[in-house]
C-alpha cells in the first residue's frame, strides 16, 4: 500500500480530501478556520505548492494546526519533493504519474493519473491509491465505474470538476476512497 492506513482510514471516513490551493497565508487561514469551524470531522487536507509562497504558508499552517494531518500537494517532480520532504508533512500528492517517484516508493505518496495506462502502470507497481486528476475532464465517474471490475486493487481520490451536484456520484462507487475538491463552500454545503 502506498498510503499509510491511518490516512486511508481517515481519508474513508472524511469522504471529501478539502484542498488549500495556497495564496497567501491570510486567505488560507481564513478558508481552513472556516472549514474547521464548520465541521469539527475534518482531520485531514491537502495544501497545494502552486505559488512561490506556498510552502511557507502550508509550514506556518501547520503551526496554527498541530493536530491535522497535512499533506502537501502539486508535487510535480521527484526534486520538488527532495525539497520538502524534510519538513513532516504526511503525504504528497501529484498531479501525473512521476516514473521516478513510483521507481523510488516513497511512502505515502499519491500520484496522479487519468488513463488507463497510467492506471496500469501503478497497478503494476503497487500503487493502490491513486489521485484521478481531471476527474470531470478525463470521463468522470462513469470512466471509474468502466474499470472498476478490472483494476480491482486501484482506489481512486477524483479530483478537478467535483462539486455538490456531482459529488454523490463519485463517493458512491465502490473504487473510489474520497474525492478531492477546493470549493470551500461546497464542501462545508456537504458536511451541513
Do not use: W
Not at 17 to 32: A, G, M, R, T, Y
Not at 42 to 51: G, N
Request: proline residues 4%.
Amino acid at each position: 500500500m502506498n498510503l499509510d492506513l491511518e490516512i486511508v482510514n481517515k481519508l474513508k471516513e472524511q469522504k471529501i480530501l478539502p484542498i488549500i490551493n495556497s495564496v497567501n497565508f491570510k486567505e488560507d487561514l481564513l478558508k481552513l478556520t472556516s472549514l474547521l469551524d464548520a465541521n469539527k470531522k475534518i482531520k485531514i487536507i491537502e495544501i497545494t505548492l502552486r505559488e512561490s509562497h506556498s510552502l511557507e504558508n502550508a509550514i506556518e499552517l501547520k503551526k496554527h494546526f498541530p493536530s491535522l494531518i497535512i499533506g502537501l500537494g502539486s508535487i510535480i517532480n521527484k526534486k520538488q519533493y527532495e525539497e520538502v520532504k524534510n519538513y513532516d508533512f504526511s503525504f504528497f500528492v501529484s498531479p501525473a504519474t512521476i516514473y521516478e517517484m513510483i521507481d523510488s516508493k516513497i511512502k505515502n505518496y499519491i500520484p496522479g493519473a487519468e488513463t488507463i495506462s497510467e492506471f496500469n502502470y501503478l497497478d503494476n507497481n503497487e500503487i493502490n491509491i491513486v489521485k484521478f486528476f481531471p476527474a470531470t475532464l478525463s470521463g468522470g465517474n462513469l470512466k471509474l465505474k468502466s474499470i472498476e471490475n478490472i483494476y480491482k486493487n486501484l482506489t481512486f481520490i477524483p479530483t478537478g470538476g467535483i462539486n455538490k451536484s456531482n459529488i454523490n456520484s463519485y463517493i458512491n462507487l465502490k473504487n473510489v476512497l474520497c474525492v478531492g475538491m477546493s470549493n470551500i463552500p461546497d464542501i462545508i454545503d456537504f458536511f451541513n
